[in-house]
Protein backbone atom coordinates (compact mmCIF):
# COMPACT_ATOMS: atom_id res chain seq x y z
CA UNK A 1 0.00 0.00 0.00
CA UNK A 2 1.07 3.73 -1.12
CA UNK A 3 2.08 5.82 2.05
CA UNK A 4 3.00 9.24 1.77
CA UNK A 5 4.61 11.22 4.56
CA UNK A 6 5.18 14.45 5.02
CA UNK A 7 7.39 16.58 7.65
CA UNK A 8 7.38 19.06 8.95
CA UNK A 9 3.69 18.89 9.56
CA UNK A 10 4.05 22.76 10.55
CA UNK A 11 6.23 25.14 9.66
CA UNK A 12 6.56 28.80 11.28
CA UNK A 13 9.72 30.69 9.73
CA UNK A 14 11.50 33.93 9.59
CA UNK A 15 11.07 36.27 6.57
CA UNK A 16 14.50 35.70 4.38
CA UNK A 17 15.43 32.43 6.44
CA UNK A 18 15.67 29.00 3.92
CA UNK A 19 14.12 25.85 5.03
CA UNK A 20 13.37 22.55 3.12
CA UNK A 21 9.74 19.99 3.74
CA UNK A 22 10.21 16.51 3.05
CA UNK A 23 8.22 14.10 1.18
CA UNK A 24 8.32 10.20 1.58
CA UNK A 25 6.68 7.67 -0.05
CA UNK A 26 6.38 4.05 0.60
CA UNK A 27 6.27 2.26 -3.08
CA UNK A 28 7.79 2.54 -6.36
CA UNK A 29 6.00 6.06 -7.74
CA UNK A 30 5.55 7.43 -11.54
CA UNK A 31 4.81 10.99 -10.74
CA UNK A 32 5.10 13.11 -7.53
CA UNK A 33 3.47 16.20 -7.34
CA UNK A 34 3.43 19.68 -5.22
CA UNK A 35 0.41 22.15 -4.57
CA UNK A 36 -0.03 25.12 -2.76
CA UNK A 37 -3.70 25.36 -0.91
CA UNK A 38 -4.77 28.87 0.49
CA UNK A 39 -7.49 29.03 3.52
CA UNK A 40 -10.52 28.31 2.40
CA UNK A 41 -9.41 27.49 -1.27
CA UNK A 42 -8.49 25.05 -4.05
CA UNK A 43 -5.27 23.99 -4.93
CA UNK A 44 -2.62 25.47 -7.18
CA UNK A 45 0.13 22.87 -9.12
CA UNK A 46 3.50 23.70 -8.46
CA UNK A 47 5.16 21.18 -9.38
CA UNK A 48 5.37 17.88 -11.40
CA UNK A 49 8.67 15.53 -11.06
CA UNK A 50 8.54 12.55 -13.72
CA UNK A 51 11.78 11.20 -13.22
CA UNK A 52 15.00 10.47 -10.62
CA UNK A 53 16.84 13.39 -10.04
CA UNK A 54 14.31 15.47 -11.41
CA UNK A 55 14.33 19.69 -10.12
CA UNK A 56 11.98 22.37 -10.98
CA UNK A 57 12.07 25.64 -9.97
CA UNK A 58 9.64 28.49 -9.79
CA UNK A 59 11.08 31.52 -7.86
CA UNK A 60 11.50 31.20 -4.44
CA UNK A 61 10.52 27.67 -4.72
CA UNK A 62 12.66 24.66 -5.95
CA UNK A 63 11.18 20.78 -6.31
CA UNK A 64 12.84 17.95 -6.39
CA UNK A 65 13.36 14.01 -6.05
CA UNK A 66 15.25 11.36 -5.58
CA UNK A 67 13.31 8.03 -6.81
CA UNK A 68 15.87 5.44 -5.07
CA UNK A 69 14.95 7.09 -1.71
CA UNK A 70 11.97 7.57 -2.65
CA UNK A 71 12.18 11.27 -1.76
CA UNK A 72 11.78 14.64 -2.85
CA UNK A 73 11.95 17.86 -1.37
CA UNK A 74 10.76 21.01 -1.39
CA UNK A 75 13.14 23.97 -0.80
CA UNK A 76 12.33 27.29 0.14
CA UNK A 77 15.01 30.29 -0.10
CA UNK A 78 14.88 33.39 1.87
CA UNK A 79 10.89 33.17 2.27
CA UNK A 80 8.61 35.84 2.09
CA UNK A 81 4.92 36.59 4.22
CA UNK A 82 3.42 35.87 0.57
CA UNK A 83 4.47 32.35 0.95
CA UNK A 84 2.19 31.26 4.02
CA UNK A 85 -0.34 28.49 3.10
CA UNK A 86 -0.48 24.84 2.94
CA UNK A 87 1.78 22.49 1.09
CA UNK A 88 0.75 19.24 -0.34
CA UNK A 89 2.96 16.72 -2.14
CA UNK A 90 0.93 14.02 -3.53
CA UNK A 91 2.28 10.89 -5.09
CA UNK A 92 0.85 8.51 -8.45
CA UNK A 93 0.97 5.00 -7.91
CA UNK A 94 3.03 3.27 -10.33
CA UNK A 95 1.42 2.12 -13.50
CA UNK A 96 -2.35 3.78 -12.61
CA UNK A 97 -3.94 6.64 -11.81
CA UNK A 98 -4.48 6.68 -8.54
CA UNK A 99 -2.72 9.58 -6.87
CA UNK A 100 -1.73 9.57 -2.91
CA UNK A 101 -1.64 12.77 -0.74
CA UNK A 102 0.46 13.55 1.79
CA UNK A 103 -0.96 15.44 5.37
CA UNK A 104 0.48 18.51 3.96
CA UNK A 105 2.68 21.34 6.16
CA UNK A 106 0.87 24.43 6.85
CA UNK A 107 3.70 27.06 6.36
CA UNK A 108 3.83 30.45 8.27
CA UNK A 109 6.09 33.17 7.19
CA UNK A 110 6.01 36.04 9.80
CA UNK A 111 6.98 39.41 8.70
CA UNK B 1 -11.80 28.95 -20.76
CA UNK B 2 -13.50 28.34 -17.13
CA UNK B 3 -11.61 25.40 -16.17
CA UNK B 4 -12.90 23.35 -13.84
CA UNK B 5 -16.28 24.51 -12.59
CA UNK B 6 -18.12 22.80 -9.51
CA UNK B 7 -21.88 23.52 -8.34
CA UNK B 8 -22.99 23.96 -5.65
CA UNK B 9 -20.20 25.90 -3.79
CA UNK B 10 -21.77 25.13 -0.80
CA UNK B 11 -24.40 22.53 0.14
CA UNK B 12 -26.53 21.42 3.50
CA UNK B 13 -28.05 17.96 3.44
CA UNK B 14 -29.85 16.15 6.12
CA UNK B 15 -28.86 12.28 6.78
CA UNK B 16 -30.53 9.97 4.41
CA UNK B 17 -31.00 12.88 1.64
CA UNK B 18 -29.21 12.24 -1.77
CA UNK B 19 -27.50 14.91 -4.05
CA UNK B 20 -25.28 14.80 -7.05
CA UNK B 21 -22.19 17.48 -7.35
CA UNK B 22 -21.62 18.47 -10.86
CA UNK B 23 -18.16 18.75 -12.22
CA UNK B 24 -17.41 20.22 -15.61
CA UNK B 25 -14.54 21.16 -17.80
CA UNK B 26 -13.65 22.43 -21.13
CA UNK B 27 -10.31 21.85 -22.02
CA UNK B 28 -10.95 18.82 -23.42
CA UNK B 29 -9.15 16.56 -20.74
CA UNK B 30 -9.72 13.25 -20.67
CA UNK B 31 -8.82 12.42 -17.22
CA UNK B 32 -10.97 13.66 -14.61
CA UNK B 33 -11.12 13.05 -10.77
CA UNK B 34 -12.83 13.32 -7.26
CA UNK B 35 -11.51 14.41 -4.19
CA UNK B 36 -12.59 14.77 -0.84
CA UNK B 37 -10.74 16.69 2.04
CA UNK B 38 -11.21 16.45 5.65
CA UNK B 39 -10.51 19.16 7.71
CA UNK B 40 -6.95 19.38 8.38
CA UNK B 41 -6.03 16.58 5.76
CA UNK B 42 -4.79 16.07 2.97
CA UNK B 43 -7.33 14.96 0.00
CA UNK B 44 -8.33 11.29 -0.81
CA UNK B 45 -9.41 9.99 -4.18
CA UNK B 46 -12.99 9.26 -4.67
CA UNK B 47 -13.21 7.93 -7.94
CA UNK B 48 -11.66 8.64 -11.39
CA UNK B 49 -12.31 8.34 -14.99
CA UNK B 50 -9.81 8.02 -17.89
CA UNK B 51 -12.31 8.98 -20.50
CA UNK B 52 -16.18 8.97 -21.25
CA UNK B 53 -17.89 5.75 -20.49
CA UNK B 54 -14.60 4.65 -18.39
CA UNK B 55 -14.86 4.77 -14.63
CA UNK B 56 -12.87 3.40 -11.38
CA UNK B 57 -12.40 3.78 -7.87
CA UNK B 58 -10.34 5.23 -6.16
CA UNK B 59 -9.07 5.37 -2.10
CA UNK B 60 -12.41 5.60 -0.39
CA UNK B 61 -15.53 5.13 -2.87
CA UNK B 62 -18.09 3.59 -0.43
CA UNK B 63 -21.13 5.41 -0.47
CA UNK B 64 -20.54 7.56 -3.83
CA UNK B 65 -21.36 7.19 -7.28
CA UNK B 66 -19.94 8.41 -10.69
CA UNK B 67 -20.95 8.49 -14.33
CA UNK B 68 -18.75 9.87 -16.97
CA UNK B 69 -21.38 10.15 -20.72
CA UNK B 70 -19.49 13.08 -21.78
CA UNK B 71 -15.74 14.47 -21.78
CA UNK B 72 -16.98 17.56 -20.31
CA UNK B 73 -19.08 16.47 -17.28
CA UNK B 74 -17.97 14.19 -14.28
CA UNK B 75 -20.76 13.94 -11.86
CA UNK B 76 -20.58 12.65 -8.42
CA UNK B 77 -23.59 11.02 -6.90
CA UNK B 78 -24.14 11.13 -2.87
CA UNK B 79 -26.42 8.04 -2.00
CA UNK B 80 -27.95 8.24 1.75
CA UNK B 81 -25.88 10.86 2.95
CA UNK B 82 -24.09 10.36 6.23
CA UNK B 83 -22.16 12.76 8.43
CA UNK B 84 -18.78 10.74 7.65
CA UNK B 85 -19.37 12.54 3.91
CA UNK B 86 -19.11 16.26 5.86
CA UNK B 87 -16.13 17.14 3.47
CA UNK B 88 -15.00 19.75 0.97
CA UNK B 89 -15.21 18.06 -2.37
CA UNK B 90 -12.98 18.61 -5.30
CA UNK B 91 -12.87 17.64 -8.51
CA UNK B 92 -10.04 17.90 -11.26
CA UNK B 93 -8.98 17.40 -14.61
CA UNK B 94 -5.54 16.19 -16.16
CA UNK B 95 -4.67 16.10 -19.79
CA UNK B 96 -2.19 13.20 -19.38
CA UNK B 97 -0.13 13.84 -22.46
CA UNK B 98 2.75 14.81 -24.37
CA UNK B 99 4.46 15.46 -20.75
CA UNK B 100 1.30 17.58 -19.26
CA UNK B 101 0.61 15.53 -16.20
CA UNK B 102 -0.99 18.89 -14.53
CA UNK B 103 -4.07 18.21 -12.55
CA UNK B 104 -5.90 21.25 -12.62
CA UNK B 105 -8.76 21.87 -9.62
CA UNK B 106 -12.25 23.22 -9.66
CA UNK B 107 -13.17 25.53 -6.38
CA UNK B 108 -14.91 22.90 -4.22
CA UNK B 109 -18.04 22.10 -2.92
CA UNK B 110 -18.58 22.50 0.74
CA UNK B 111 -20.85 20.17 2.00
CA UNK B 112 -22.46 19.36 5.73
CA UNK B 113 -24.74 16.23 6.76
CA UNK B 114 -26.41 16.93 9.75
Known amino acids: ELKVEQNPLFLSMQEGKNYTIYCNYSTTSDRLYWYRQDPGKSLESLFVLLSNGAVKQEGRLMASLDTKARLSTLHITAAVHDLSATYFCAVEKAGGFKTIFGAGTRLFVKA | NAGVTQTPKFRILKIGQSMTLQCAQD?????MYWYRQDPGMGLKLIYY???????DKGEVPNGYNVSRSTTEDFPLRLELAAPSQTSVYFC?????????????FGPGTRLTVT
Open chain 2, 49 to 55: SVGAGIT
Open chain 2, 92 to 104: ASSPRGSSNYEQY
Open chain 2, 27 to 31: MNHNY
